[in-house]
């Protein structure tokens, strides 16, 4: 009994932190315990204490170092790869210098396999995230729960003390007992623990979303690759030798004005979208323009932005009032005029008076030798009077716009550039060759030529598009012209479709073709029709065709079109063959592109913004990170971290008081920090609730 009795005053009683009773009570357990090791007539055997020295651990460094440094890995290798390849210098759509057998297909593959790699280190990264967090934190508890002396000492009650130790911080079943009664259950590093954890899955969390992956084509750094021969527009005023060429466009356009219809193909027609109307809002129609580069041509990956001419017209045709008719003395201005007549000679009902004329002096091309964008507006009025005195007054509008835009690549996302006010081009543009001694920054190489007289309109050089339509319609040996000149030119003499002896059975031979009769799906021009003794003569066709001139409503519209469709035809013919095919010298112009190869590039979500805000987030987590782990390296602490050792230490330091009849709720009373016991001795001794802490430069017998 005397034994037993020994041993049980002998066994370690932690000093309570509250109530003068229990703190009596525990100094009276201490000093009995001293007197009966030091009696020499005690029989229990006494064993020499083990002794602890305060230790730094720098084990959270290591764990920091590792995680840090395969955090930034991931994110910065993501950032590079979303710029540029990891290797071999340049960008995307800019490979850099490179020896000509480099293969630059190897190096995007070599690229995208680091793109993988960075995938993997990200997914560690984020999988590492909350037990590295949790690790550097419950070995700071271990040094925050020694810390403090006499009134400065911390408040950490036993019940925070096993929060700590479950690392509650991560568990939603902790997080409700907080809201239930926090105090009991959480503190000071509890909090820390939560706020880290948090910031740090967010960061990673955010980090990758904000990064993606797209197919992208590289650029290729072949230099040889252009679309050349084109005209550029201040060319097209050079003095050249092409006198053949003069009058050509107004022939051109008669033939193809025939032969034109609304379903032909347009390989050089561009369509500059519009953006979609509000609900309930009329749609406006897309504008058309010509360019001497094929529709839809992109070119690519090239690192400069390439730069083409361009031109479209606008028609716009109504009928208007006599007063608004705006024709004055135009051949001795230098305008257009042209009239024409018949008298219906076999139905006088069918005859007619047609006027067409444009104001202004036309022997001067509106347009100038500059690379700025120029807008002109041309105005056409005709007036068509019938057998019985009625007249129609129309007006033929043309809106013109000529200048440069920038084609579509992947620097500007595959979009068509708008018109541009300006000369975009640099003075050494490499876009302009070097043959025939121009200099592609020159204002003017050739002046607009004068010709005197109206009939002489067909020889004006640069002509606008109006001026060229009504030339073609309306002009010197134009459809009109020739055959009411000649009308008996053009009158099949065969014997009447009646005689069955010489008549072909069915016959409706085409015989020709009238300008917009295809476009305006009319047909042509039958050999029934053109029969002298026929019920239809040339006043009938006359007749017939004028009719497209003077339609209303819908019909009217479809003839404003066909005006539009013979404007960018007169447009087509003007860019292409005012210089000569044959004439590379004064086809200065080319087109620089790369079509690329096919690859994959890493995307963060706003870009260089996208890049900072990641940075910034996850930075802060680091930078807490950081101070927590110093501060866990630089305290010396008696254990490596609050695991299930400490807590069977902590647990047999309080047996006596957990095993009473309070339960639980001794867990808010008890204390959970350790310090010495014994602060006046050589040696201290660790104890549960002890109000001196524990010093670096002490040892201390053990639990």
Not at 45 to 56: F, S
Not at 434 to 449: F, I, Q, S
Request: proline letters at 5%; one cysteine or more; glycine letters at 8%.
């Amino acid at each position: 009994m005397a034994t037993t009795s020994a041993q049980e005053a002998y066994e370690l009683r932690p000093a309570p932190t509250t109530g003068e009773p229990q703190l009596s009570a525990a100094k009276n357990m201490a000093a009995e315990s001293s007197s009966l090791r030091n009696s020499t007539h005690s029989s229990l055997t006494v064993r020499e204490p083990i002794l602890v020295h305060l230790k730094r651990n720098l084990y959270p460094l290591l764990i920091f170092i590792f995680y840090c440094t395969l955090a930034l890995l991931a994110w910065t290798f993501s950032c590079i790869l979303s710029q540029r390849p990891l290797r071999g210098g340049g960008s995307y759509t800019e490979p850099g210098k490179r020896d000509y057998l480099d293969d630059i297909q190897k190096r995007y593959d070599n690229n995208e396999k680091y793109i993988r790699a960075a995938q993997v280190l990200r997914s560690i990264v984020t999988l590492l995230t909350i037990p590295v967090t949790s690790a550097i934190c419950s070995m700071a508890a271990v040094a925050y729960m020694q810390g403090g002396t006499g009134n400065g000492r911390r408040s950490l009650s036993l019940g925070q003390l096993m929060a700590l130790a479950d690392q509650g911080w991560i568990s939603p079943r902790t997080w409700s007992r907080i809201l239930d009664n926090g105090a009991k259950v959480a503190s000071l590093p509890f909090f820390v623990a939560l706020a880290l954890t948090l910031i740090g899955s967010t960061a990673v969390i955010l980090q990758d979303s904000l990064i993606t992956t797209s197919s992208i084509l590289g650029r290729t750094g072949n230099p040889g690759q252009y679309l050349g021969s084109l005209v550029d527009i201040p060319i097209l005023f050079a003095d050249t030798d092409s006198r053949d060429m003069i009058g050509y466009d107004v022939y051109q356009l008669r033939s193809l004005l025939e032969s034109s219809s609304k379903y032909d193909a347009q390989p050089n027609m561009w369509v500059e979208k519009t953006p979609s109307p509000a609900p309930g809002a009329l749609s406006e129609e897309p504008t058309y323009y010509y360019s001497e580069v094929p529709a839809d041509f992109n070119t690519g990956v090239y690192r400069a932005a390439q730069f083409a001419p361009r031109i479209n017209s606008t028609a716009k045709y109504n009928e208007i009032s006599a007063e608004e008719f705006d024709c004055r003395n135009e051949t001795e201005n230098g305008g257009f005029y042209a009239a024409y007549g018949t008298y219906g000679s076999r139905y006088p009902s069918q005859g007619y008076a047609f006027i067409a004329c444009m104001p202004g002096d036309q022997r001067t091309s509106p347009w100038k030798p500059t690379r700025d964008r120029q807008d002109i507006s041309e105005s056409l009025y005709l007036n068509i009077s019938d057998i019985g005195g009625h007249t129609q007054y129309f007006r033929a509008t043309m809106q013109t716009s000529l200048g440069y835009f920038e084609l579509p690549s992947a620097g500007n996302n595959n979009t068509v550039g708008p018109l541009l006010a300006k000369d975009p081009f640099q003075k050494d543009s490499p876009q302009f060759t070097k043959k025939g001694g121009l200099k592609p920054r020159d204002g003017v190489w050739g002046t607009n030529t004068t010709f005197p007289g109206n009939e002489t309109l067909i020889t004006v050089r640069n002509k606008p598009p109006l001026l060229t339509l009504a030339l073609a319609l309306f002009g010197p040996k134009s459809y009109i012209d020739s055959r009411t000149q000649h009308t008996a030119a053009y009158v099949d003499t065969r014997p009447a479709w009646l005689d069955d002896n010489t008549r072909r059975p069915g016959t409706q031979l085409c015989v020709g073709l009238r300008p917009f009769d295809i476009y305006l799906e009319k047909g042509c021009v039958r050999d029934y029709d053109t029969l002298a003794t026929s019920d239809g003569d040339q006043d009938t066709i006359f007749f017939s065709w004028n009719s497209i001139f003077t339609e209303q409503g819908f019909r009217s519209r479809v003839f404003q079109d066909a005006l539009g469709m013979g404007a960018a035809l007169a447009n087509r013919i003007w860019i292409e063959r005012s210089i000569d095919k044959r004439q590379y010298d004064l086809r200065t112009l080319r087109i620089f592109h790369d079509e690329g190869i096919k690859t994959v590039k890493v995307d963060i979500v706003g870009g260089n913004v996208g890049i900072i805000f990641g940075s910034v987030l996850f930075g802060c987590y680091l930078l807490a990170l950081t101070g927590l782990v110093a501060y866990t390296c630089v305290v010396k602490t008696w254990a490596g971290e609050l695991g299930s050792e400490v807590m069977v230490k902590v647990g047999a330091s309080y047996a006596q008081q957990l095993t009473g009849v309070e339960g639980k709720r001794v867990y808010d009373v008890l204390s959970g920090c350790v310090g010495d016991a014994k602060p006046d001795n050589g040696i201290g001794r660790l104890e549960m609730g002890a109000r001196t802490g524990l010093s670096g430069s002490r040892k201390y017998e053990n639990f």
